[in-house]
């Protein structure tokens, strides 16, 4: 039963470009997401995070983008560098008010910056 | 930096034994946790720790996991009878509670049931 989807495996961008991550879920009681990155042979990092209360998010070159309505969440990464090149999962909490420590993760996408 | 550390970074063991994979978390962390990665597949959550007990576990973690705190820095994940479907790698991560859902992983440690 996969509640968050990662509908690409894999992702290449052009150095400069704009990276974009989707990720969908279906459990309604999600009300807060990640992302994490994973380089080879180190623990998945944390990226970044939205509440459900925000539609958008921005660190630096990463922004993500919460649609509710349509249970879909979207990375952004520019402009994107050779150091993006990594593994990102996707990740969502269920009743984070009550500090529901499960963290759900994506299967991942792949993302490859083409120099 | 402080980081989790994971040990072994590689185990081999053969079906139906004992295995202890051990970690040490970021030393003034108080939530700490255990995830594992079958090849291919998502990271899945297993146990949460808190406050010396078991905060939440999933379907996976059955009668032949267990976790222990047992000296205040090391957090350790034991498999009591190892089956093949457990070769997988498994993340060790904590976390000081103040950003919700940001967890420090440790670099996992690779079983290998044979």
């Known amino acids: 039963d996969q509640q968050v989807k990662q509908n690409s495996p894999s992702l290449s961008v052009q150095e400069g470009r704009i990276s974009i991550l989707n990720c969908d879920y279906t459990n309604s009681m999600f009300d807060y997401f990640l992302w994490y990155k994973k380089y080879p042979a180190e623990g998945p990092t944390f990226l970044i995070s939205?509440?459900?209360?925000?539609d958008k998010n921005e660190d630096g070159r990463f922004t993500v983008f919460l649609n509710k309505s349509a249970k879909h969440l979207s990375l952004h990464i520019v402009p994107s560098q050779p150091g993006d090149s990594a593994v990102y999962f996707c990740a969502a909490i269920a009743d984070s008010v009550n500090r529901d420590d499960k963290i759900i993760f994506g299967k991942g996408t792949r993302l490859h910056i083409l120099p | 930096e402080p980081e989790v550390t994971q040990t072994p970074s590689h185990q081999v063991t053969q079906m139906g034994q004992e295995v202890i994979l051990r970690c040490v978390p970021i030393s003034n962390h108080l939530y700490f946790y255990w995830y594992r990665q079958i090849l291919g597949q998502k990271v899945e959550f297993l146990v949460s720790?808190?406050?010396?007990?078991?905060?939440?576990k999933s379907e996976i973690f059955d009668d032949q996991f267990s976790v222990e705190r047992p000296d205040g820095s090391n957090f350790t994940l034991k498999i009591r009878s190892t089956k093949l479907e457990d070769s997988a790698m498994y993340f060790c991560?904590?976390?000081?509670?103040?950003?919700?859902?940001?967890?420090?992983f440790g670099e996992g440690s690779r079983l290998t049931v044979l």
């Open positions: 720790f808190y406050n010396n007990e078991i905060s939440e």
């Open positions: 939205i509440s459900s209360i925000k």
């Open positions: 991560a904590s976390s000081d509670g103040t950003t919700w859902g940001e967890l420090f």
